[in-house]
């Protein structure tokens, strides 16, 4: 079997995240790049896997610049088989319908019979990806799981709602998200760091994977303005004076509250 994990490389949420005005992208560098934490939970839920199934490749699979390719041998390190490292400059700043269709070119290249991922990324946080990849390959998708059980014929898993806790399977092929609430992440060893160095990523670009950025016979997302957030400003302030309940009763109908 081949499983391969959607990774994302994000700002460090250590850090300070900044906006470009003129593309409207998050500022980043080599050195604040990092895996999107939920992601390393899905890596997880596919290693975890492997661990019992020794003829399982694990393949991630990224769309990313060419600073994120350290990042992405954390997660060889961490185990997986593979990497699947998609570079094009036209990919920068892709909605989730490019960013899908992207995607799942990518994981018909890799050959993979089940695709895991986070259900929403620390940067965007759509939460709309896995489903959009499901869509474009035809296969079924499962989102939301805090825990995924994988045999040769299916996945199952458990999402927890408001109102129930739902217990979901689907036959493979099929696309599957994880929440945080998924087991965490394995920590890297030295010997994991060294075989990491000698795994293959593989780089392709769009064009490659047959994928086409700039279709004439589809509609794209775009950005048309940006501007910074103001900065806070001091909320109202009611001083009781013997009549504090009729300004804040003011205050509700005011701002539509009441």
Do not use: N
């Given at each position: ?249 003011a205050f509700l109908v005011d701002h539509?509250?009441?």
């Amino acid at each position: 079997m081949k499983i391969a994990v959607l990774m994302k490389v994000v700002p460090d949420t250590y850090g300070d995240r900044t906006l470009s005005l003129e593309t409207g992208l998050a500022e980043r560098s080599a050195d604040d790049a990092v895996l999107d934490e939920i992601d390393e939970r899905a890596l997880e839920a596919a290693l975890a896997h492997a661990d019992d199934h020794p003829d399982t490749d694990v393949v991630v699979i990224a769309m990313a610049p060419e600073l994120a390719q350290t990042s992405l041998r954390k997660a060889l390190a961490m185990g997986a088989t593979s990497a699947l490292q998609v570079v094009d400059e036209r990919l920068v700043g892709a909605d989730v319908v490019l960013t899908a269709e992207v995607l799942a070119a990518a994981v018909r290249h890799a050959g993979a019979d089940l695709v895991v991922a986070g259900d929403a990324s620390t940067d965007g946080a759509g939460g709309a990806v896995p489903a959009a990849v499901a869509e474009t390959l035809g296969v079924p998708c499962a989102t939301a799981l805090r825990e995924v059980t994988i045999t040769d014929t299916e996945v199952t898993g458990v999402r927890v709602s408001d109102a129930a806790t739902l217990r979901v399977s689907a036959p493979l092929p099929a696309v599957v998200s994880v929440t945080e609430a998924a087991p965490g992440p394995r920590l890297t060893g030295f010997k994991g760091i060294m075989a990491a160095k000698k795994k293959v990523v593989e780089t392709v670009t769009a064009t490659d994977l047959g994928a086409d950025p700039e279709p004439s016979d589809a509609a794209r997302s775009i950005m048309t303005a940006i501007t910074r957030r103001p900065p806070r400003t001091a909320g109202t302030r009611i001083v009781d004076t013997g009549d504090a309940g009729e300004q804040l009763a003011a205050f509700l109908v005011d701002h539509r509250l009441a």
